[in-house]
């Protein structure tokens, strides 16, 4: 069975850091352009980072440039968020997507090309 599962969410105060992980099985990720989405609540989810399939291209959101990091580790079946300088506004949960045949700003943007989904991992951020 293929699926994404996310794990490294919690509860940390404004200006930590956290450093979410997505881990595939069941498919490698090497044929994938991969991404990181939030949904806050009330809110409509919304693309946070994508990478190309060997790393070469990312997108940010404007809301997270500058303080998150967006890397993968194909050997390990594995992408990585580091999240730095967390904000109240970053509270949501986080999701894992894996798309095919598409760009990192088109996957981000409008979800194209999304065919896997993970179940998401929650980040609280609060003093």
């Known amino acids: 069975q293929s699926q994404l599962v996310e794990s490294g969410g919690g509860l940390v105060q404004p200006g930590g850091s956290l450093r979410l992980s997505c881990a595939a099985s069941?498919?490698?990720?090497?044929?994938?352009?991969m991404g990181w989405f939030r949904q806050a609540p009330g809110k409509e989810r919304e693309g946070v980072s994508c990478?190309?399939?060997?790393?070469?291209?990312?997108h940010y959101a404007d809301s997270v440039q500058g303080r998150f990091t967006i890397s993968r580790n194909n050997a390990n079946n594995t992408v990585y968020l580091q999240m730095n300088s967390l904000k109240p506004g970053d509270t949501a949960v986080y999701y894992c997507?894996?798309?095919?045949?598409?760009?990192?700003?088109?996957?981000?943007?409008?979800?194209?090309?999304?065919?896997?989904w993970g179940k998401g991992t929650l980040v609280t951020v609060s003093s």
């Open positions: 997507a894996a798309a095919a045949g598409t760009t990192v700003q088109a996957m981000c943007v409008r979800d194209n090309g999304v065919i896997y």
């Open positions: 069941g498919f490698t990720l090497d044929d994938y352009v």
């Open positions: 990478i190309s399939v060997r790393g070469f291209n990312t």
